[in-house]
C-alpha cells in the first residue's frame, strides 16, 4: 500500500504533543525557517511553550493537523496515533525509541511496533525511533534539533535512518541546496521508498540521496526507480552493510535487514541507482546532479597549473569508470593559440602558470577542454585560507568557461577545506559546481554519469522464510537436466561393488564421488580419472554412504561457477564466477538478481577477469558462450518454478568447452 504522505511533509499546520526543550526547539525552528502556517501545542498540564499556548487534549485543537510531532513515551504513543488516525490527521513522527530496534533486549518491543501500525491505519507515520522531517523548499519541519538547513527555491532530498546522520549532513558548508531532510527510523510502517516516492511529485526536488541501511519490499523501490527514471530526477546511495561489524550494527540499531552487500550491490545496479561509498561523496554528488543533471558522459578534462595535481587526477581516475580522453585536433588547436610552445598538451592539462592573473587568457585556455564531448571539465583550483584574493582571477575564469561554453564546469579543491564559503556561493550562482576534494570529485562524476536505466521487470521477491535439506548431488543433476541443463553420463551407487559395475560400463575414465556431502573435495570425496579397475577400492576409501559414477569430462576452457541463493532482503541471486576448487582463491564474481536475460548474462560474464579465456585468449578458441548462457538460464527456469521451496542451487564448476558447457557439480538446498 502506498500512502499519500505530502500533507505530512508539506504541511499548512503542525501540532506538537507534549513539550519540553524538544517542543521549544520545534517551534524556534520553524520561525527561523519562516514557516507561515498555524503551530498548536497539545499538553495536559497546559501551559506556555515559546509563546504558544498548549491545550490540554487533542479534541481541544481549533483544527484537524496536517503534522504531528510526537514527543511522548512509547506506550502513550500508540493510543496517540489512533486518536490522529481517528480524527483525520496527515500523518505524524514518532519520536519515541524502544520499539523493534530494541527487540533484543525487550521481549515486547516488536509487539509493541505492530501495535503501533495498527493504531496508524491508513495515516502515514515516520518512525519509531526517528527525529521527523526538515522540509526548507517551504520552511515547515518537525524536527526537535539543532539543524544547518536553509530556506532554499529549489534543491536534493535526503533520506536516511540514521537521525544522527541526518543531523550531521544539515551541517555541511560545501554549498548544497538541502530541500528536505527526511529520517525513517524503523520504517514501522512508510518506508524509504514510499517517502521518495511522495517527494518525487515535487518539482523543486533535483536529486534524492538515500542513505539505506536495508531494503524491505523490492517491489516499493522497483516503483521508485522507474518514476524518478521518468522524470529524469537522479538517485543516488549509500548503502552501508559491506562488513560484518556493520551489518551487525544494523540490526541492532534499526532492526532492518542489511542482508548480503553482493545483493544490495545487484539490487541497486538492477534499479539504475548509482551507489556511493562515503558520506563526503554522496554530498557532492548531489551537489553536482544539482547544479547539472546527470552528465552525458564518463569522459573528463582536468585543468591544473601543476603537473602534480594533473597526474592525481589521472591516478584518482584509475579504476573508476571514467576516462580522460587525449585531445583532439581543435582542442591542440586552440589550446597552443592560447599557451604559446612553452606548454606540454595533455588532458589532464598543466597549463603552467603563464596566463595567471589574466582572466581573459585563462579563459581562452580552459574554454578548449570543456568541448562538447566531455562530461565534466574539472578546474583545480585550492584556494588558500589566508588571503584568496590573487585565486580572484580562476573564480572569473571559471565562470567564463561554464557561460562560453554550456558545458557542465566544476571547480575542484583537491582538499575539501581549501573550498571558501563566499566562492561556493559565487560558483553555484553563475552554474558551477564547487567540489570539495579531489577524490570526491572523481567519485562524484563517476555516479553522475551512471546512466543505466531501471530494469523494466522488477526483482523476484524472496518469499517466505524455509527449513530445507540438502539433495543428493545425483538427485540434484537430474531435477537441472528437466529444464534443459547439460549434465555428464552417470548413475547413482549404493555400494562400492556397485560403483565398480557402473564404471564398467563406461569406454572412458570415469569420475568417483561420494554423496551427501557440501564441499566434497575438501573431504576427499572426489576422484578424477579413474578406471573401472580401481573404482571399488577407491569407493571403499571414501567415508560415504552412496556413490555417483560419471563419464570424466575433458578438455575444458575455463571453469565457471553459477549459482543462485535467497537472499531475505533483496531476492533470489544470480552468482557468476571463476568456477572449480579455486573459487575462493580467485574471487572473481559478478552477481545478478533474478529474472535475468541472455544478454544480461553476456555482459555479465564479460565483466569477469576470466573473460578473456572464455572468449579465446592468445589465439586459442574460446568457450560456447551460447551454451555457458543456455546453462545459466536453464537454472533460472528451475529455481523460478521452484520459489516458495529454494533456498540455494549452485554449479561448480560448469566445464565449458569449445561446443558445450556441462555442469560436473551441483548442489541444490531447498525444502
Avoid at 550531521?168 to 514510499?194: D, F, H, S, W
Avoid at 565398480?500 to 573435495?521: C, E, N, P, R, T
Avoid at 576448487?581 to 544478454?599: I, K, Y
Avoid at 538460464?633 to 540455494?648: C, G, K, R, T
Amino acid at each position: 500500500m502506498t500512502r499519500d504522505i505530502t500533507r505530512l511533509l508539506r504541511p499548512k499546520s503542525i501540532a506538537l504533543i507534549g513539550g519540553g526543550a524538544w517542543g521549544a526547539q520545534i517551534i524556534k525552528q520553524s520561525q527561523r525557517m519562516g514557516f507561515s502556517g498555524a503551530i498548536h501545542v497539545v499538553h495536559p498540564k497546559g501551559g506556555t511553550v515559546e509563546g504558544i499556548r498548549a491545550v490540554p487534549t487533542l479534541s481541544a485543537l481549533p483544527d484537524v493537523p496536517d503534522a504531528v510531532f510526537i514527543g511522548v513515551n512509547r506506550h502513550a504513543s500508540i493510543g496517540v496515533v489512533a486518536e490522529l488516525s481517528a480524527m483525520g490527521a496527515g500523518g505524524a513522527v514518532c519520536f519515541a525509541s524502544g520499539f523493534s530496534e530494541a527487540g533484543a533486549e525487550d521481549d515486547s518491543a516488536k509487539g509493541l511496533q505492530a501495535q503501533l501500525v495498527e493504531a496508524a491505519g491508513d495515516m502515514p507515520i515516520l518512525g519509531p525511533n526517528c527525529y521527523g522531517f526538515i522540509n526548507a523548499l517551504d520552511g515547515a519541519l518537525l524536527w526537535p534539533d539543532q539543524h544547518g538547513c536553509k530556506r532554499v527555491q529549489k534543491g536534493v532530498a535526503i533520506l536516511t535512518q540514521s537521525s544522527n546522520i541526518a543531523i550531521n549532513l544539515t551541517m555541511q558548508k560545501r554549498g548544497l541546496p538541502i530541500g528536505y531532510m527526511v529520517t525513517c527510523g524503523n520504517m514501522a510502517q512508510t518506508t524509504q521508498a514510499e517517502i521518495a516516492l511522495a517527494l518525487l511529485d515535487d518539482p523543486r526536488v533535483t536529486a534524492i540521496g538515500l542513505h539505506i541501511e536495508g531494503f524491505s519490499d523490492t517491489r516499493s523501490w522497483h516503483r521508485l526507480a522507474l518514476k524518478a527514471a521518468a522524470q529524469d530526477v537522479p538517485l543516488i546511495a549509500l548503502k552501508v552493510g559491506l562488513s560484518d561489524q556493520a551489518q551487525q550494527a544494523t540490526v541492532s540499531h534499526t532492526a532492518s535487514l542489511a542482508g548480503r552487500d553482493a545483493g544490495a550491490d545487484a539490487l541497486l545496479r538492477r534499479l539504475g541507482i548509482a551507489r556511493l561509498r562515503d558520506l563526503s561523496s554522496f554530498l557532492e554528488t548531489l551537489k553536482l546532479l544539482h547544479v547539472n543533471g546527470r552528465l552525458e558522459t564518463h569522459a573528463l578534462s582536468s585543468v591544473s597549473c601543476s603537473g602534480g595535481e594533473a597526474s592525481l587526477a589521472a591516478d584518482t581516475a584509475h579504476g573508476r569508470a571514467v576516462t580522460f580522453p587525449a585531445l583532439n585536433d581543435v582542442q591542440r588547436s586552440a589550446l597552443r593559440a592560447a599557451l604559446g610552445p612553452m606548454v606540454s598538451l595533455s588532458n589532464p592539462l598543466d597549463y603552467n602558470t603563464y596566463v595567471w592573473r589574466d582572466v581573459d587568457k585563462m579563459t581562452a585556455a580552459w574554454v578548449p577542454m570543456a568541448a562538447p564531448h566531455i562530461g565534466l571539465t574539472l578546474l583545480i583550483v585550492d584556494y588558500p585560507h589566508t588571503d584568496a584574493s590573487d585565486w580572484e582571477c580562476a573564480t572569473q575564469a571559471a565562470l567564463n568557461v561554464r557561460a562560453i561554453s554550456g558545458r557542465p564546469v566544476a571547480v575542484v579543491a583537491t582538499l575539501p577545506e581549501l573550498m571558501p564559503v563566499d566562492v561556493i556561493e559565487r560558483l553555484l550562482a553563475g552554474g558551477v559546481t564547487p567540489v570539495c576534494g579531489l577524490t570526491e570529485a572523481i567519485a562524484a562524476a563517476e555516479a553522475a554519469a551512471f546512466d543505466r536505466r531501471p530494469d523494466p521487470v522488477a526483482p523476484v521477491q524472496a518469499g517466505h522464510d524455509r527449513d530445507v535439506r540438502l539433495v543428493s548431488e545425483g538427485a540434484a543433476k537430474q531435477e537441472l537436466a528437466v529444464f534443459g541443463l547439460r549434465i555428464p553420463k552417470g548413475r547413482a551407487a549404493i555400494s562400492p561393488v556397485e560403483a565398480a559395475a557402473i564404471a564398467g560400463a563406461f569406454a572412458s575414465l570415469v569420475v568417483l564421488k561420494g554423496q551427501g556431502l557440501a564441499h566434497k573435495s575438501e573431504m576427499g570425496a572426489v576422484m578424477l580419472g579413474l578406471h573401472a579397475d580401481v573404482v571399488e577400492a577407491a569407493a571403499q576409501a571414501m567415508q560415504a554412504d552412496s556413490f555417483l559414477v560419471e563419464e570424466m569430462i575433458a578438455n575444458p576452457v575455463a571453469e565457471l561457477l553459477v549459482g543462485v541463493i535467497r537472499d531475505p532482503a533483496h531476492g533470489f541471486l544470480l552468482t557468476l564466477g571463476a568456477g572449480g576448487v579455486l573459487t575462493e582463491l580467485w574471487q572473481d564474481t559478478v552477481s545478478l538478481l533474478l529474472p535475468v536475460t541472455g544478454p544480461q548474462i553476456a555482459e555479465a560474464l564479460q565483466r569477469l577477469r576470466i573473460a578473456p579465456l572464455l572468449n579465446g585468449y592468445r589465439g586459442k578458441p574460446g568457450a560456447d558462450l551460447s551454451a555457458i548462457i543456455d546453462a545459466v538460464m536453464a537454472v533460472q527456469a528451475y529455481v523460478i518454478a521452484h520459489l516458495d521451496a529454494i533456498s540455494e542451487v549452485e554449479i561448480n564448476p560448469l566445464i565449458c568447452r569449445t561446443d558445450s558447457a556441462i555442469a560436473v557439480d551441483a548442489l541444490i538446498r531447498r525444502t
